[in-house]
């Protein structure tokens, strides 16, 4: 009986996934982050001695590999726009990269645990997305999981507290009206017509909803934006200051589930999805020029 040689098979696979890796260097359209990601792999593994690697446990050896070859597909399809822009805004103070491919969330240095020389100069966080996932500003739940995860894994411990940030979105967007305390926004200076929905609304709370209370969000600038873009205006801008993106989030879900509950085309919220994006970067241009 004719036994596979293990040494020979991880100097075959570390030789193809260079050639993956180099082949990925050379795209031209490689995003920035997943450049970043690339060379830490490239540089660990040209480092690699593969006679020494030979010494290494085989399971853990390979499954490191095929995690990185994971990675380099993944980084070879396309990043979502979305979820990076969120995690880049308001993720925890380490790197953060979603991507497809990847099938849990997963800190780059556990590969540590596999190569003991394994350096980079910090830590990046790794976090799954299905390719047919709607990679859309109005995806709050997915964007809102992916922050709370993210900073569970910094934080190493349950959190939730985007789950809440968005929860008004949140609630509108999956037709969860009882998860919201609407009857609580009445008092505010909505446009009338959203004033009435959300009367309507107000019958489906449920005793133990969010209240508009339990998180300090800003309801001024979250009402003039929906104004504007109930006006098809991207609202950008409040009194000389760059809206938080978070508010521009929180009333464009308020529009777009209005526009559904009116019976709205498929056009038109394609257009007002258009729009969302465009005062998100609009927004963010602005924020940036005044630091600078």
Not at 69 to 84: M, R, S, Y
Not at 95 to 107: G, L, S, T
Not at 161 to 180: G, K, M, N, V
Request: net charge negative; hydrophobic share 40%.
């Amino acid at each position: 009986m004719k036994y596979p040689n293990f040494k020979n098979d991880t100097r075959w696979h570390i030789f193809y996934t260079m050639k993956k890796l180099k082949t990925a260097l050379e795209k031209p359209s490689t995003q920035p982050r997943g450049r970043e990601i690339l060379e830490i792999i490239d540089r660990n593994l040209r480092g690699l001695n593969t006679n020494e690697a030979t010494t290494f446990p085989i399971e853990g050896l390979s499954k490191a590999l095929s995690i990185i070859d994971k990675i380099i597909l993944g980084i070879n399809f396309g990043a979502p726009e979305w979820p990076n822009k969120l995690l880049d805004l308001y993720g925890p103070p380490v790197k953060c990269y979603v991507m497809p491919f990847i099938e849990e969330d997963f800190p780059l240095s556990d590969i540590q645990k596999f190569f003991p020389n394994w350096e980079q100069p910090c830590e990046w966080y790794l976090l799954p997305f299905d390719v047919e996932e709607q990679d859309s500003p109005l995806n709050l739940q997915f964007l809102s999981e992916h922050l709370d995860r993210a900073w569970a894994m910094y934080e190493n411990r349950a959190y939730n507290c985007f789950a809440l940030i968005f929860s008004p979105a949140l609630s509108l967007l999956t037709s969860s009206y009882e998860r919201f305390a609407w009857k609580d926004l009445e008092a505010f200076d909505w446009p009338e017509k959203i004033k009435e929905w959300f009367a309507l609304l107000s019958h489906y709370s449920a005793e133990n909803a969010v209240s508009s209370h339990v998180w300090d969000w800003e309801w001024d600038e979250i009402v003039y934006a929906t104004s504007l873009f109930l006006d098809n205006i991207p609202p950008c801008q409040n009194k000389e200051k760059a809206l938080d993106i978070k508010n521009i989030l929180i009333a464009g879900s308020i529009v777009a589930s209005y526009k559904v509950y009116s019976g709205a085309s498929l056009e038109e919220l394609t257009s007002l999805e258009r729009l969302i994006a465009f005062a998100c970067d609009g927004s963010l241009f602005l924020s940036r020029y005044q630091m600078s």
